[in-house]
């Protein structure tokens, strides 16, 4: 079974502290991806990786930046925490593919005080 | 550009009662989509895409190409079906499976 592993449950910050999410896969899945996750949002991409030092932005980067330095690990930085990057962050990994399903870890609710 | 819409932020139903969650994306292409369920206390997992034609829970989903929908169905609603549901769109140029998600739909099952 597949199993995403995200560091933490619960964060707490304060603003311009620079913040690391980590997140964990152990399926050797090629693809990686962040998403925040607001009510009436829904889930919106923030950043992708194909392969091991890869990256894409998604549709809302600013602020965040990534690292993937390993096919199984893949962290979100937040280079100045604010208080509008309070939310909870999914991770997720897939084989590549159209059709192939996403896996998603527990999340980290963050609070950015 | 690729667009995911759940009319429905709510939908409460009686148990035993049919429920529909309304689906409606806007691609120019061919989609792949899919439906995405987070129970409560849970991670969110796939629920069923359509390319497998397959009954997941005794939910079904059609992809309807005219109408640009694909909205998710039960003939009778069970309590352990309340949670959130996501509609998902992977575009045709989405070869690594980037998926644009609908803003959900929070269904409450009520006995």
């Known amino acids: 079974d597949v199993k995403v592993t995200q560091s933490s449950r619960y964060l707490v910050k304060r603003t311009g502290e620079k913040v690391f999410l980590e997140c964990v896969q152990d399926m050797d899945h090629e693809n990686m991806f962040w998403y925040r996750q607001d009510p009436g949002l829904g889930l919106r991409l923030i950043y992708f990786?194909?392969?091991?030092?890869?990256?894409e932005k998604g549709d809302i980067p600013e602020g965040y930046s990534v690292s993937r330095e390993k096919k199984e690990r893949f962290s979100l930085i937040l280079e100045s925490a604010s208080t509008n990057q309070t939310s909870m962050y999914l991770c997720?990994?897939?084989?590549?593919?159209?059709?192939?399903?996403?896996?998603f870890g527990d999340g980290t609710r963050l609070s950015i005080l | 550009a690729q667009r995911v819409t759940q009319p429905e932020k709510l939908l409460s139903v009686f148990k035993g009662a049919p429920v529909e969650l309304k689906c409606n994306y806007s691609y120019s292409g061919s989609p792949e989509l899919f439906w995405y369920v987070q129970y409560s206390r849970q991670r969110l997992q796939l629920l069923l895409r359509?390319?497998s034609r397959e009954s997941i829970k005794g939910f079904t989903a059609d992809l309807n190409k005219g109408e640009t929908s694909f909205h998710l169905k039960k003939p009778f609603a069970q309590e352990e079906d309340s949670a959130m549901y996501y509609c998902a769109l992977s575009g045709q140029s989405d070869s690594w499976g980037k998926l644009q998600f609908g803003a959900g739909t929070q269904v409450v099952v009520t006995p």
């Open positions: 997720a990994s897939s084989s590549t593919g159209r059709n192939q399903p996403q896996h």
């Open positions: 990786s194909y392969d091991v030092k890869m990256k």
């Open positions: 359509h390319i």
